[in-house]
């Protein structure tokens, strides 16, 4: 049986949301010439900063597109639904907002995206664009702590893109802001839990099927296999589930700071998000790390999938003040 969804043409979809988007924003957001799925900020390159690239499939909406604009990203390279964009928008994202101190790549660690990334890079260099790459890796379920570079990346986008494109706003070198995006990665944690699948726009079939009373724990933004399927359990449950594997990698200490972010995979309701945030709340006050700044809502999404994820960004002093950095962005504005 195939799901509903208000689309035209499934092999469209992708390009049809790109006009819709610059329609809606045309006051952040413009494409390159010749290349509509390379979308760049109108508000952010300028001469002598680093440049912010970011980028990946599509289905994640508001990731990546709602984090292009000033203070933030600085251009993104849009793929088809779940699948990396191919090395020329990367190439294009990289020529508009190279102003003269290099380029940074970032995106989550996905086998498609490294390949079209690093060839982007390749074909950059002879451009003379000097272009650097982190890869963000703050799922937690996806890959054991000693084999860290090697987990995937997701919503803990978020906070790891706003903190290198706060010290890219504020002018910092190539190497600064490298340093500060690793940084933030090292420093963000995410969990997340599936209750339903999606579908992707071209069959409008589940892809992947669990039972009506279950709930997976760890499952990918793309539908990979998680850690553990169990009965649905309540709220409360489910959460603290999720941050006791957090705070076992994280080993917070009383009167540690972090930011939060409770995220919706597509269709679970903020009714539901904010009794999560709820119980992290409760969670972190028992063991006396204190909230900086919470978001809670629709971040990195996987199309209509059922679910949530959690991510706490442990914070020091320069990690606050790139989060507290002013940015202006089509779907997220912050300071």
């Not at 990979?224 to 009965?231: Q, T, Y």
């Not at 809670?296 to 706490?312: D, H, I, K, R």
Request: proline content about 5%; overall charge negative.
């Amino acid at each position: 049986m195939q799901t509903k969804k208000i689309i035209n043409d499934g092999n469209r979809a992708v390009d049809e949301m790109l006009e819709g988007i610059l329609a809606a924003h045309p006051r952040h957001l413009r494409s390159a010439d010749g290349s509509p799925r390379s979308i760049i900020a109108r508000d952010g390159p300028r001469p002598g900063k680093v440049g912010l690239v970011i980028g990946g499939g599509s289905g994640h909406e508001p990731t990546f597109l709602g984090f292009v604009g000033k203070g933030l990203a600085d251009a993104a390279a849009i793929g088809n639904v779940f699948a990396s964009p191919p090395p020329d928008p990367i190439l294009e994202c990289a020529k508009a907002v190279s102003c003269g101190a290099g380029v940074l790549f970032m995106y989550g660690n996905y086998a498609g995206d490294v390949m079209n990334f690093d060839m982007a890079a390749e074909m950059a260099a002879m451009d003379d664009i000097e272009v650097r790459t982190v890869l963000t890796t703050d799922d937690v379920a996806s890959a054991p702590r000693d084999q860290r570079q090697k987990r995937r990346g997701v919503a803990g986008n978020f906070f790891i893109f706003k903190a290198a494109g706060a010290a890219c706003d504020r002018m910092l070198s190539l190497d600064a802001v490298e340093r500060i995006a690793r940084k933030a990665n090292d420093h963000t944690f995410t969990m997340g839990v599936a209750l339903s699948p999606c579908s992707l726009p071209q069959t409008r079939r589940p892809n992947f099927e669990i039972g009506a009373d279950e709930m997976e724990i760890g499952m990918g933004i793309h539908g990979e296999p998680g850690i553990a399927r169990g009965k649905l359990g309540t709220a409360d449950a489910i959460t603290d589930e999720m941050l006791d594997k957090i705070f076992a990698e994280m080993a917070p200490k009383r009167g540690d700071k972090v930011a939060v972010l409770v995220n919706s995979l597509g269709s679970t309701p903020l009714m539901e998000l904010y009794i999560m945030n709820r119980r992290v709340k409760q969670r972190l006050d028992e063991i006396g790390v204190f909230i900086h700044a919470s978001w809670v809502g629709n971040y990195c999404t996987s199309l209509e999938m059922a679910g949530a994820s959690v991510t706490l960004f442990h914070l020091d002093e320069e990690l606050q003040t790139m989060l507290d950095h002013p940015c202006d962005c089509a779907m997220f504005r912050a300071g």
